[in-house]
C-alpha cells in the first residue's frame, strides 16, 4: 500500500545541488523561508565559506543537516592512490561533524579496467579504514548504491544486496545505506533488502527523484517527484514499513531545471513533493 501523503515538510530536506545556481546561504535562506526543515550539503557548496561560517549560516536558518555529500571513491590501482582516498574521507567525515551533519554519503567509487569484486574489496577496506574517525568524530556512514550504468566508473557497489554484504561484512553501527530511489528502482529484490536493512538498523538516508522516460542525460537529467516512472510513494512505504523516520531527501541533476528560475523551481519541488512523494 502506498504512503499517506505528506503535508508538513518537516521531513523534508533538499540537497545544495538541487538549487545548485544558489551559493549555500542563498539556499539555506529560501528553505528556511519556506519552513523546510533540512538541507542536504554538497562539499562544493560547503567550500567557498569553510566549515565555521557554514555552520553559522545553517544554524541561523534552524535547518537540521541529515547529510554532507560526499565521500568514497576508494578504489585506486595504485596504493598511494587508495591511501590520497582514505585520507579524503577522514578530512570529509571532519567536515560532516563541523557542520552538525548525521552523516556522510558514500559514493564508493569505480576504476576503468578493474575488475569489479577487487573494486568492491577495496571499497570494503576503505570504509573500515575511515570507521574509526567517524566514530570519534560521532558521523555515520552511508554506502550509497548507483544505478549499473555508472559501474564502470564512478561505483561499483550497484544494488542494495551489494551494500548489505558490505555492512555485513564490517558490522559497525556508524555503517549503514543510503536508498536513493533513481539508482535502486529497477532491482526486483529492492522490497527484502530494504526490510533487511531495517531489521539491520542500517537504513540511513531516503533520496527521491523520478526517472524520465525520455532520459536526455544519464547523469543530469533527473526529474522531479511525479514526472517519470519511479513509484516513489510505495518505495516510501517500504521505507517507513522497515522503520525508517528520517529525511525524504530531494535530490535532482537537472541541467534544464538549473537554467530555470530557483524561487519557482522550489515551489515546484515542495508541491511535488507533497503530491508525489
Given at each position: 500500500m502506498p504512503a499517506a501523503p505528506l503535508t508538513s515538510l518537516d521531513r523534508l530536506a533538499i540537497h545544495t545541488f538541487t538549487l545548485k545556481p544558489w551559493d549555500l546561504e542563498r539556499c539555506c535562506a529560501a528553505l528556511s523561508a519556506a519552513g523546510i526543515g533540512g538541507i542536504t550539503v554538497w562539499r562544493q557548496h560547503l567550500e567557498p565559506y569553510g566549515t565555521a561560517q557554514a555552520a553559522a549560516i545553517i544554524r541561523a536558518h534552524g535547518l537540521r543537516v541529515p547529510a554532507l555529500c560526499r565521500g568514497g571513491f576508494f578504489p585506486h590501482h595504485d596504493h598511494a592512490g587508495r591511501c590520497?582516498?582514505?585520507d579524503d574521507n577522514l578530512r570529509t567525515i571532519d567536515d560532516a561533524a563541523a557542520i552538525g551533519a548525521d552523516m556522510v554519503v558514500l559514493v564508493c567509487g569505480a576504476v576503468p579496467g578493474m575488475p569489479l569484486d577487487?573494486?568492491?574489496?577495496?571499497?570494503?577496506?576503505?570504509?573500515?579504514?575511515?570507521?574509526?574517525?567517524?566514530?570519534?568524530?560521532?558521523v555515520r556512514l552511508a554506502i550509497e548504491p548507483l544505478h549499473p550504468m555508472y559501474a564502470g566508473d564512478r561505483s561499483a557497489i550497484n544494488t542494495m544486496t551489494q551494500a548489505r554484504q558490505i555492512c555485513e561484512d564490517i558490522r559497525d553501527p556508524l555503517l549503514g545505506i543510503a536508498v536513493d530511489v533513481y539508482h535502486v528502482w529497477w532491482d526486483d529484490r529492492l522490497a527484502d533488502e530494504i526490510r533487511l536493512a531495517g531489521e539491520q538498523g542500517t537504513l540511513f538516508g531516503f533520496h527521491v527523484c523520478d526517472w524520465?522516460?525520455?532520459?536526455r542525460d544519464l547523469l543530469n537529467d533527473r526529474g522531479l517527484m511525479g514526472e517519470g516512472c519511479i513509484d516513489i510513494r510505495g518505495i516510501r512505504a517500504l521505507m517507513e514499513d522497515a522503520g525508517f523516520q528520517g529525511f525524504n531527501e530531494v535530490e535532482i541533476f537537472s541541467l534544464w531545471r538549473w537554467q530555470q528560475d530557483q524561487d519557482a523551481y522550489l515551489a515546484e519541488i515542495i508541491d511535488a513533493y507533497r503530491n508525489h512523494t
Amino acid at each position: 500500500m502506498p504512503a499517506a501523503p505528506l503535508t508538513s515538510l518537516d521531513r523534508l530536506a533538499i540537497h545544495t545541488f538541487t538549487l545548485k545556481p544558489w551559493d549555500l546561504e542563498r539556499c539555506c535562506a529560501a528553505l528556511s523561508a519556506a519552513g523546510i526543515g533540512g538541507i542536504t550539503v554538497w562539499r562544493q557548496h560547503l567550500e567557498p565559506y569553510g566549515t565555521a561560517q557554514a555552520a553559522a549560516i545553517i544554524r541561523a536558518h534552524g535547518l537540521r543537516v541529515p547529510a554532507l555529500c560526499r565521500g568514497g571513491f576508494f578504489p585506486h590501482h595504485d596504493h598511494a592512490g587508495r591511501c590520497s582516498a582514505i585520507d579524503d574521507n577522514l578530512r570529509t567525515i571532519d567536515d560532516a561533524a563541523a557542520i552538525g551533519a548525521d552523516m556522510v554519503v558514500l559514493v564508493c567509487g569505480a576504476v576503468p579496467g578493474m575488475p569489479l569484486d577487487q573494486a568492491r574489496g577495496q571499497i570494503r577496506d576503505g570504509i573500515a579504514a575511515c570507521l574509526d574517525h567517524a566514530r570519534s568524530c560521532g558521523v555515520r556512514l552511508a554506502i550509497e548504491p548507483l544505478h549499473p550504468m555508472y559501474a564502470g566508473d564512478r561505483s561499483a557497489i550497484n544494488t542494495m544486496t551489494q551494500a548489505r554484504q558490505i555492512c555485513e561484512d564490517i558490522r559497525d553501527p556508524l555503517l549503514g545505506i543510503a536508498v536513493d530511489v533513481y539508482h535502486v528502482w529497477w532491482d526486483d529484490r529492492l522490497a527484502d533488502e530494504i526490510r533487511l536493512a531495517g531489521e539491520q538498523g542500517t537504513l540511513f538516508g531516503f533520496h527521491v527523484c523520478d526517472w524520465r522516460l525520455e532520459t536526455r542525460d544519464l547523469l543530469n537529467d533527473r526529474g522531479l517527484m511525479g514526472e517519470g516512472c519511479i513509484d516513489i510513494r510505495g518505495i516510501r512505504a517500504l521505507m517507513e514499513d522497515a522503520g525508517f523516520q528520517g529525511f525524504n531527501e530531494v535530490e535532482i541533476f537537472s541541467l534544464w531545471r538549473w537554467q530555470q528560475d530557483q524561487d519557482a523551481y522550489l515551489a515546484e519541488i515542495i508541491d511535488a513533493y507533497r503530491n508525489h512523494t
